[in-house]
């Protein structure tokens, strides 16, 4: 006659419950927050210059497919990196990545606010790159932050600022434009800071069109 032993009576009973309780234990464990040393692209890519390298792309590309998880990494390259052409591809695959971009906005704009002012060479160089990203990816206050760029010595900046600001700028954007046309003695810069302010007017009148009307 076939007898069951105890042994394997508890077997039955043990190895169910071990189970049972490390999936509890998997279950409970919040999962894991990555940050940018986590990605090994994060230190390809400020040491790489070779951007037609099929590595650094697909480096890249990772980061890209990411999405959310990946956008630390962006910021620090962009803010960090001393080579403002990486900085540039950095910003790119933020802009293409995926997930909610709210926090990399306010995290940008308080950067550009900050260093704007004081910017020369390279960091200057940066912070058109950064400018081009928040008008891309953020809203008309977020875009409102740019306005300095608009009397900055250099032609270049300026016109890269109305460009930008009339992209995604609101009525804000407006004012400061107007202010200053008065001042532009360059005539390409003019030219833009004119077209941002019909853009900007023609958009915001499309909106108010848009807009359900109040019974």
Same mark, same amino acid.
């Given at each position: 006659?076939?007898?069951?032993?105890?042994?394997?009576?508890?077997?039955?009973?043990?190895?169910?419950?071990?189970?049972?309780?490390?999936?509890?234990?998997?279950?409970?464990?919040?999962?894991?927050?990555?940050?940018?040393?986590?990605?090994?692209?994060?230190?390809?890519?400020?040491?790489?210059?070779?951007?037609?390298?099929?590595?650094? =792309?697909? *480096?890249?590309?990772?980061?890209?497919?990411? @999405?959310?998880? !990946?956008? &630390? $990494?962006?910021?620090?390259?962009?803010?960090?990196?001393?080579?403002?052409?990486?900085?540039?591809?950095?910003?790119?695959?933020?802009?293409?990545?995926?997930?909610?971009?709210?926090?990399?906005?306010?995290?940008?704009?308080?950067?550009?606010?900050?260093?704007?002012?004081?910017?020369?060479?390279?960091?200057?160089?940066?912070?058109?790159?950064?400018?081009?990203?928040?008008?891309?990816?953020?809203?008309?206050?977020?875009?409102?932050?740019?306005?300095?760029?608009?009397?900055?010595?250099?032609?270049?900046?300026?016109? =890269?600022? *109305?460009?930008?600001?009339?992209?995604?700028? @609101?009525?804000? !954007?407006? &004012? $400061?434009?107007?202010?200053?046309?008065?001042?532009?003695?360059?005539?390409?810069?003019?030219?833009?800071?004119?077209?941002?302010?019909?853009?900007?007017?023609?958009?915001?009148?499309?909106?108010?069109?848009?807009?359900?009307?109040?019974?």
């Amino acid at each position: 006659m076939y007898t069951i032993s105890k042994q394997t009576i508890m077997s039955w009973f043990v190895v169910p419950a071990l189970l049972c309780a490390s999936l509890i234990s998997v279950l409970a464990e919040p999962p894991e927050i990555k940050t940018y040393k986590d990605f090994p692209e994060w230190y390809l890519l400020p040491k790489s210059i070779d951007l037609e390298d099929e590595n650094v =792309l697909a *480096a890249f590309q990772r980061l890209v497919d990411e @999405g959310a998880a !990946a956008h &630390e $990494a962006m910021v620090a390259i962009a803010k960090e990196c001393e080579d403002s052409m990486i900085a540039s591809y950095a910003l790119s695959v933020l802009r293409e990545s995926q997930g909610d971009k709210r926090e990399v906005v306010a995290e940008l704009k308080q950067f550009f606010a900050a260093r704007f002012p004081q910017a020369e060479g390279e960091e200057e160089l940066r912070m058109t790159f950064i400018a081009e990203t928040l008008a891309d990816i953020g809203t008309e206050e977020d875009v409102a932050v740019l306005a300095p760029m608009l009397t900055h010595p250099n032609m270049r900046v300026r016109y =890269l600022g *109305a460009q930008y600001l009339g992209q995604r700028g @609101g009525q804000q !954007a407006i &004012e $400061a434009l107007e202010q200053a046309k008065s001042r532009e003695s360059n005539n390409l810069v003019l030219d833009e800071m004119n077209k941002a302010v019909t853009s900007i007017t023609s958009r915001l009148a499309k909106q108010d069109a848009e807009m359900p009307a109040v019974p």
